[in-house]
């Protein structure tokens, strides 16, 4: 799949430059490396052009900003715009803003024949064929010429053929700031790879327990604290996201451990998604008339798309959190601008929120759901009810599951504990779980339930035992007595 020109970008502005300042330390620019490639990012937006990928391209014809080539710093010409030859060294702008503007544009001019949204800036704008050259693949031989090594490649289509041609060149800068293929893939919807019982393969989901400790009581039922919920639902949200496919991490290890609001959001670089868990509070009493679900996410600029995903998440799980808790006042999606200084630089251009922030920072899609208001009692009380945080992790991870796979998700119990034991290694212990009061979990000859009983295990057995072998979601007891169904056991 060919890679388009115009479109949101994908990486930072961070990310851009923390990889800039790794090629070249000391770029010969007049602005702070950070600065260029906001730029990039906010002027490619104006045009509906790709910024990061324009900077890419930058990195390629400047050499990182070393301008070793025929252009000079001076010239603020990070393209090659109308540079033909050693001698001649093609055009000058007043400034780097301006330099960039004309870049988006010419490559808006062969991208698109769709008009620009901005003053034409571009005197060379005139001479593109319009939508010539929509990818980035297809730009060798037309915006550098001949676009490839000629002692290596007889024709720009064997060099292209190799993926070594003039545009494979840029994209490769730009796989590389990004880490992969990771964000790519991620707006790719028609991944075939993607199978109805696992909708979230592939997927990394990060998620924080909002507090620690023992914090936010509830003023009124002294039982009920928001740190301990949040810890329990986090890893109820964990056992069903990682049922429907995804990889989860977690950002506290253990729950006493305090870590600041930036580190949290940042231990989720590599993830598709990262959420942090809460329950909210109004005044310094009980109030209630108050009992919504708000989530929170960032809207810092319109130049990324992680803002885009997570404000699409946040429309999709809010209401879902209201109707499983019942909330009468229902949902409201929130978003926040920079417009802080949590780094107290004296600069008013930080994230609001801590969390959300280290997210975005490192490029994660990010939200805070506040799960109700723990100063309204019934809220607390169905909140301390652990079935509750059970329904409520479930249908979340659902949402969550269909945002990224655009269908209908429900978790299957039976069958994805299927799938994730069948990746188990073995040996390890388990213990008997999710059997019914009174009930037993039969010991069968074969692995499936149709073989004839061998033995039992009590509801309530407490003993761990050892399976050695899995097949098709059973698993066979180190004993050699028979096979249990591993869906109504838990590793121990
Ligand atoms: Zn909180």
């Not at 330390?25 to 007049?30: A, C, H, Q």
């Not at 803003?97 to 949204?117: C, E, F, S, W």
């Not at 009992?291 to 929170?296: E, F, G, R, T």
């Not at 100063?375 to 979340?396: F, G, I, Q």
Request: glycine share 8%; with cysteine.
């Amino acid at each position: 799949m060919k890679t388009p020109i115009m479109g949101k970008s994908v990486a930072t502005a961070e990310q851009m430059s923390k990889y800039l300042l790794s090629k070249n330390p000391n770029p010969k620019i007049e602005i702070p490396a950070l600065t260029l490639c906001k730029l990039y990012l906010y002027l490619g937006a104006l045009e509906g052009v790709r910024g990061d990928l324009e900077f890419c391209r930058s990195c390629w014809e400047t050499n990182y900003f070393s301008f070793t080539g025929t252009v000079v710093p001076e010239q603020n010409n990070f393209c090659g715009h109308g540079t033909t030859s050693s001698t001649n060294k093609g055009s000058y702008f007043s400034d780097a803003a301006t330099g960039i503007l004309v870049q988006i544009q010419h490559a808006k001019a062969y991208a698109t024949a769709d008009p620009l949204n901005y003053d034409c800036l571009d005197d060379r704008y005139k001479w593109v064929k319009k939508g010539s050259a929509p990818y980035m693949e297809d730009m060798g031989g037309k915006w550098a010429v001949p676009g490839y090594d000629t002692k290596k490649y007889g024709s720009l289509e064997a060099a292209n053929e190799a993926e070594d041609s003039y545009g494979y060149k840029i994209l490769g800068i730009y796989k590389a700031i990004i880490g992969g293929d990771k964000a790519e893939t991620e707006n790719r919807k028609d991944d075939e790879s993607m199978s109805i019982t696992k909708p979230l393969s592939g997927k990394k989901i990060c998620i924080d327990a909002g507090h620690y400790g023992n914090y936010n009581r509830c003023p009124a039922i002294p039982e009920y604290y928001e740190s301990i919920m949040a810890w329990k639902l986090h890893l109820l949200q964990k056992k069903y996201l990682e049922q429907l496919g995804a990889t989860v991490v977690v950002t506290r290890a253990d729950q006493k451990k305090d870590l600041a609001l930036y580190n949290r959001g940042a231990a989720s670089k590599g993830c598709d998604l990262f959420i942090s868990d809460h329950s909210n509070a109004i005044g310094s009493g009980m109030n209630e008339a108050i009992d919504y679900a708000a989530v929170y996410h960032l809207t810092d600029d319109t130049s990324v798309t992680c803002d885009d995903i997570s404000k699409a998440i946040a429309k999709k799980i809010a209401p879902v959190i209201a109707s499983v808790m019942g909330l009468k006042q229902g949902c409201k999606v929130l978003s926040r601008k920079s417009g802080t200084d949590r780094n107290h630089d004296g600069v008013m251009n930080d994230n609001y929120y801590g969390v959300l922030h280290g997210a975005r920072m490192v490029g994660t899609p990010g939200l805070i759901l506040e799960h109700g208001f723990h100063t309204n009692s019934a809220t607390v009380r169905w909140l301390l009810n652990d079935a509750n945080l059970d329904k409520l992790a479930k249908a979340e991870a659902e949402a969550i599951a269909e945002y990224f796979s655009g269908k209908k998700v429900t978790v299957d119990s039976a069958a994805s504990t299927t799938t994730t034991a069948t990746t188990s290694a073995v040996p390890y212990t388990i213990k008997v779980a999710n059997v019914k009061e009174g009930d037993v979990l039969n010991i069968r000859k074969e692995p499936n339930a149709n073989s004839d009983k061998t033995g039992s295990l009590k509801w309530n057995d407490p003993l761990k035992y050892t399976i050695v072998e899995e097949k098709n979601g059973w698993g066979k007891l180190k004993s050699g007595i028979g096979w249990i169904n591993l869906k109504y056991t838990v590793k121990a």
